[in-house]
Nanobody, 123 residues
Framework: VQLQASGGGLVQAGGSLRVSCAAS????????MSWFRQAPGKEREFVAA????????FYGDSVKGRFTISRDNSKNTVYLQMNSLEPEDTAVYYC?????????????????WGQGTLVTVSS
């Protein structure tokens, strides 16, 4: 699976942004898809994950109630809608894919990664 993230940019605090991750490969619809983020000088942080049917979704504590993950298997794309953005959300956002059956919040569990898209939230 090859992943291409897009949609990052500069937004003011309180604003919204949607990032996308387009995947290539016939098995996309069977992958668990996740978003992670990494701010300068910090470790990569779990943001959200969605199973291939969309029936199971997890969020990191820092984004619960503000971010929404979704996927469109017909378009081989996963989305992350980010609302009420805060300066602390500034980071490079990475999408990742896992062919396992259990959702993991650990970056090491994911075999496939996109190149990342930068989201900057100004105060």
């Amino acid at each position: 699976v090859q992943l291409q993230a897009s949609g990052g940019g500069l937004v003011q605090a309180g604003g919204s942004l949607r990032v996308s991750c387009a995947a290539s490969g016939r098995t996309f619809s069977r992958n668990i898809m996740s978003w992670f983020r990494q701010a300068p000088g910090k470790e990569r942080e779990f943001v959200a994950a969605i199973t291939w049917t969309g029936s199971v979704i997890f969020y990191g504590d820092s984004v619960k109630g503000r971010f929404t993950i979704s996927r469109d298997n017909s378009k081989n794309t996963v989305y992350l809608q980010m609302n009420s953005l805060e300066p602390e959300d500034t980071a490079v956002y990475y999408c990742a894919a896992d062919r396992g059956l259990v959702v993991s919040k650990l970056a090491a569990a994911y075999a496939y990664w996109g190149q990342g898209t930068l989201v900057t939230v100004s105060s």
